[in-house]
T-cell receptor
């Protein structure tokens, strides 16, 4: 069945370093890949997304890359700050959009 | 203005009881969802509704019955609550234009504790 694997489950970095979270999806028909950030006790919120017709997208310190052939996509956060500490979820869905499959989440700790 | 709201925020109840969670969105979206987030933070889709019609039922026990009285509301009723139902339940909505997926807007969540 459809599956999204996410690694690592926990990531600890020093403030100012970069953080990379990787995801792999199983359904080759997937064409929309959002990333959500969930702070402790809060709701998940979209931070960036990418569609399958582009390979990379950047928004300030956050970037996402997509390799359709390998069915991989990654989140890159540069110059990390303590407020980046949260759980990050990758997800995948396809045209029709009624079902989004989420990865298991990565808990990011940014140490000051 | 709250985009997606849920009530109640916390729900503590005993095994065997029946409870409901309400969700409303004022974004004009066509599609609404219920997700369950367990203690390990895993987000699992339960139901998807489009224009009040059930589209996805992700092998959820039939003790869970969603109801969408109109496009802006999606409620979740749970019968005969079990310990394993303890989790945070998130409602979400998204636009669906031309069949393409878009960002989902989540409600604040309802923390259900079954004792």
């Amino acid at each position: 069945g459809e599956n999204v694997e996410q690694h690592p489950s926990t990531l600890s970095v020093q403030e100012g370093d970069s953080a990379v979270i990787k995801c792999t999806y199983s359904d080759s028909a997937s064409n929309y890949f959002p990333w959500y950030k969930q702070e402790l006790g809060k709701r998940p919120q979209l931070i960036i997304d990418i569609r399958s017709n582009v390979g990379e997208k950047k928004d300030q310190r956050i970037a996402v890359t997509l390799n359709k052939t390998a069915k991989h996509f990654s989140l890159h956060i540069t110059e990390t700050q303590p407020e980046d500490s949260a759980v990050y979820f990758c997800a995948a869905s396809k045209t029709g959009g009624f079902k989004t499959i989420f990865g298991a989440g990565t808990r990011l700790f940014v140490k000051a | 203005d709250t985009a997606v709201s849920q009530t109640p925020k916390y729900l503590v109840t005993q095994m065997g009881n029946d409870k409901s969670i309400k969700c409303e969105q004022n974004l004009g979206h066509d599609t609404m969802y219920w997700y369950k987030q367990d203690s390990k933070k895993f987000l699992k889709i339960m139901f998807s509704y489009n224009n009040k019609e059930l589209i996805i039922n992700e092998t959820v026990p039939n003790r869970f019955s969603p109801k969408s009285p109109d496009k802006a509301h999606l409620n979740l009723h749970i019968n005969s609550l079990e310990l394993g139902d303890s989790a945070v339940y998130f409602c979400a909505s998204s636009p669906l234009s031309g069949g393409y997926s878009y960002e989902q807007y989540f409600g604040p969540g309802t923390r259900l504790t079954v004792t």
